[in-house]
């Protein structure tokens, strides 16, 4: 299958690599992005692949939603606004419950969705140099649909130190956060995956697709019910008069009226 933002790769071993790969744009999540990594969420969990890396091409890993695909959303009717805002949600929801073990390779930056991707993961290992943030509120948004992977990875106590401000942090902060399980330099990144990655080859694939079901029923509920209210704040916010402000300052190359 030919994928337009994504690269799909499989090893002898059972190991498939998805490669996020919008480089000139900082893998930002457009609508054909979600798609295709929700078709290949259902894809990889119905083959026989053992393992799934996460990762993405370029100097980032990814810069969270598409701005253009974002600002589409304030001209649309509401019922559109409703699928664009599934359409990331269920795409969050894919990978969450992918019954293999997925390691992120966070080679770069990983803002706003970005991060929600890197919560996703079971384990996340991050290159030294890498920034990251959950930036909506800077733009008048808020870190909706990837909220209640954000919360289930963090916290919330860790998760509110970062949640609404915006503020970038590096990979040391985002080790102590729980976003990442550790960083290293960016030629030892490959080395770090492979050490994940090396024990699950030992371990029988249904026992770690029960264990890794197991321990999403014994964690936070992320259910449908949690989903639909992301994405009805997420509309929200989307009809608001500050995400007006926000996006249109940011393509006008201007600050938002509240960053006085």
Same mark, same amino acid.
């Given at each position: 299958m030919t994928h337009e933002t994504?690269?799909?790769?499989?090893?002898?071993?059972?190991?498939?690599?998805?490669?996020?790969?919008?480089?000139?744009?900082?893998?930002?999540?457009?609508?054909?992005?979600?798609?295709?990594?929700?078709?290949?969420?259902?894809?990889?969990?119905?083959?026989?692949?053992?393992?799934v890396v996460l990762t993405g091409t370029g100097r980032s890993?990814?810069?969270?939603?598409?701005?253009g695909w974002m600002r589409a959303q304030f001209d649309a009717?509401?019922?559109?606004?409703?699928?664009?805002g599934r359409r990331l949600a269920h795409m969050l929801q894919a990978w969450n419950?992918?019954?293999?073990?997925?390691?992120?390779?966070?080679?770069?930056?990983a803002f706003g969705g970005g991060v929600g991707l890197a919560c996703i993961c079971d384990v996340a290992i991050g290159a030294a140099g890498a920034l990251f943030g959950l930036t909506e509120t800077r733009l008048g948004l808020i870190p909706a649909t990837i909220g209640p992977y954000v919360i289930a990875r963090m916290?919330?106590?860790?998760?509110?130190?970062?949640?609404?401000?915006?503020?970038?942090?590096d990979a +040391? @902060? &985002?080790?102590? =956060?729980?976003?990442?399980?550790?960083? /290293?330099?960016?030629?030892?990144?490959?080395?770090?995956?492979?050490a994940e990655v090396a024990p699950y080859l030992a371990c029988a694939p249904g026992?770690? +697709? @029960? &264990?890794?079901? =197991?321990?999403?029923?014994?964690?936070? /509920?992320i259910?449908?019910?949690?989903?639909?209210?992301?994405?009805?704040?997420?509309?929200?916010?989307w009809e608001g008069d500050e995400a007006a402000e926000g996006v249109g300052a940011f393509f006008e190359k201007r600050p938002p009226r509240w960053a006085g």
């Open positions: 994504l690269n799909l790769s499989r090893d002898g071993r059972g190991v498939a690599t998805v490669r996020l790969h919008r480089p000139d744009v900082h893998n930002a999540l457009s609508a054909t992005m979600m798609d295709e990594l929700t078709a290949v969420a259902a894809t990889l969990a119905a083959d026989d692949s053992r393992v890993f990814c810069a969270g939603g598409d701005l009717p509401p019922e559109t606004r409703a699928t664009e419950t992918l019954p293999k073990p997925v390691i992120g390779r966070v080679q770069g930056n916290g919330e106590g860790r998760a509110r130190r970062v949640f609404m401000s915006s503020r970038r942090f +040391a @902060e &985002a080790v102590d =956060l729980g976003i990442l399980a550790r960083v /290293v330099e960016p030629d030892e990144l490959d080395a770090a995956v492979e026992a770690v +697709a @029960e &264990a890794k079901r =197991l321990a999403r029923a014994l964690g936070p /509920v259910d449908e019910a949690t989903i639909e209210r992301t994405i009805d704040a997420l509309i929200t916010r």
